[in-house]
C-alpha cells in the first residue's frame, strides 16, 4: 500500500483545517455577540409626557420596537431639570435594555450647573446618537424697534436697566442667552424665570417681558399672527418649520452663545457593550431615514441629526467649554 502524500494532499489538507478554524471562529463570534434585545426595552425621559422631548422618544420607541420585535416602553420620570430620570438611567443594568432619551441640559449642562449632581454624565453616560438638534428662536415684543440681531444688540445696549428677558428656568439655554447679551452690551437687564415656555410667551405677548429665546414650536403661531416679531435662529442652518427666518450667526454676530444648540440624544449606563450600541445605532440610522420620523422631528421643532456615537462624542467634547463658559457668565450655580 502507498502511504505517500503528494503537496497537493498537503495543501487540500491545510486548506480543509484553515477553513474549519474560520467556521470555529465566526461560531465564536457569533455566541460572544450579545442578544439584544432579549426583553422590553425601557426607554426613560427625564421629563413629563407630552412635550417635544417626549414626542420624538414615543416615535422613535415605536419604530425601534418594529425594528427588534421587542416593546420600548417610554418612561416619563420628570423632575429636577431631567435629573432624576437621567440618574436612574446612569445607574441602572448597562445590558442595552434601559436607555435615556433627554436634552443636553441633562447629559452636559447640568455638570456646570450643579453643586451637587448624583451621576457624571462624563463617566456615568454612554453616548449613542444625537438625534435632533434644538435650535430655538430669539422674539421679542412688537413694541421693540428692532428687526434684527445688530439693531436689538443696540437697542439693548441703549436701554441698561430697563429691560427684562424670559426663560423656562435657571441654567435653560434661554437663561443662559440672555445673561449673555445682558453682560457683554453691559444692559444690566432682569431674567425672569417661569415653570415652562407656555406662561414666559404669555407674559411676553402682554408686555411684562421685552425679549426671550424660546423654541419654535411655542412661539411659530404668534409670529405668524403678528403678536410676536422674530429676530433670528440660533445656530448655524436655518428651520424647515420658519425657513425665512435667518440664523442670528448669518446676521453677521457670530458668538459660540448664539451659534451653540441644544438637542436631543439618546445614552445608555456606561459599561453598555459596544456591540450592543453599534446595534442600537444602526437602528437609529435606518430609522432616520423614514420619512414619517423626519416629518414627526421637524414639526415637533427639531432638525434631525441621527449622527454615529464617534460624531456624538466629538460634538460633546466641542461644546462642552461653550456651554461651562455661558454658565460661568451667567453666574448660574444650583444646589
Known amino acids: 500500500m502507498n502511504h505517500s502524500i503528494t503537496r497537493r494532499d498537503m495543501l487540500q489538507g491545510l486548506a480543509a483545517i484553515g477553513g474549519a478554524s474560520l467556521l470555529d471562529g465566526s461560531a465564536l463570534a457569533q455566541a460572544a455577540r450579545p442578544a439584544w434585545p432579549s426583553k422590553p426595552i425601557r426607554l426613560v425621559v427625564p421629563f413629563n409626557a407630552g412635550g417635544a422631548t417626549d414626542i420624538i422618544a414615543r416615535t422613535v420607541g415605536e419604530v425601534l420596537a418594529r425594528r427588534t420585535g421587542q416593546p420600548v416602553v417610554v418612561d416619563n420620570k420628570g423632575g429636577a431639570a431631567g435629573i432624576l430620570g437621567t440618574d436612574a ?19 452636559l449642562i447640568n455638570q456646570f450647573l450643579y453643586t451637587k449632581l448624583p451621576y457624571n454624565p462624563q463617566k456615568d453616560l454612554a453616548l449613542v446618537s444625537q438625534i435632533a438638534a434644538a435650535p430655538v428662536t430669539l422674539v421679542v415684543h412688537p413694541s421693540v424697534p428692532a428687526s434684527n440681531m445688530k439693531e436689538l ?4 445696549k441703549a436701554h441698561k436697566g430697563k429691560l427684562s428677558y424670559g426663560s423656562w428656568g ?4 434661554a437663561h443662559l442667552a440672555g445673561a449673555y447679551m445682558s453682560k457683554t452690551m453691559g444692559a444690566d437687564m432682569t431674567h425672569s424665570a417661569y415653570k415652562g415656555e407656555a406662561p414666559m410667551i404669555q407674559d ?20 405668524e399672527s403678528g403678536r410676536l416679531k422674530a429676530i433670528g435662529v440660533t445656530g448655524r442652518q436655518r428651520m424647515d418649520i420658519l425657513p425665512k427666518l435667518p440664523t442670528i450667526h448669518e446676521q453677521g454676530v457670530t458668538d459660540d452663545a448664539y451659534s451653540i444648540y ?25 430609522i432616520g431615514k423614514d420619512p414619517k420620523v423626519l416629518e414627526r422631528i421637524a414639526g415637533a421643532g427639531f432638525m434631525p441629526m441621527m449622527n454615529s456615537p464617534a460624531a456624538f462624542r466629538e ?21
Open 89 to 107: 438611567v446612569a445607574k441602572a443594568q448597562p445590558d442595552g435594555h434601559t436607555l435615556l432619551l433627554s436634552l443636553s441640559t441633562s447629559m
Open 153 to 156: 444688540l443696540a437697542y439693548v
Open 170 to 173: 435657571v441654567g435653560s439655554y
Open 204 to 223: 411676553l405677548i402682554g408686555g411684562q417681558l421685552q425679549l426671550c429665546f424660546s423654541s419654535a414650536l411655542n412661539t411659530k403661531p404668534f409670529i
Open 262 to 286: 441644544g438637542w436631543v440624544a439618546m445614552g445608555a449606563p456606561a459599561g453598555t457593550p459596544r456591540e450592543i450600541v453599534d446595534q442600537l445605532y444602526a437602528h437609529l440610522h435606518e
Open 315 to 335: 460634538n460633546y467634547q466641542r461644546d462642552m467649554p461653550i456651554w461651562k463658559s455661558l454658565v460661568e457668565a451667567a453666574d448660574a450655580r444650583l444646589d
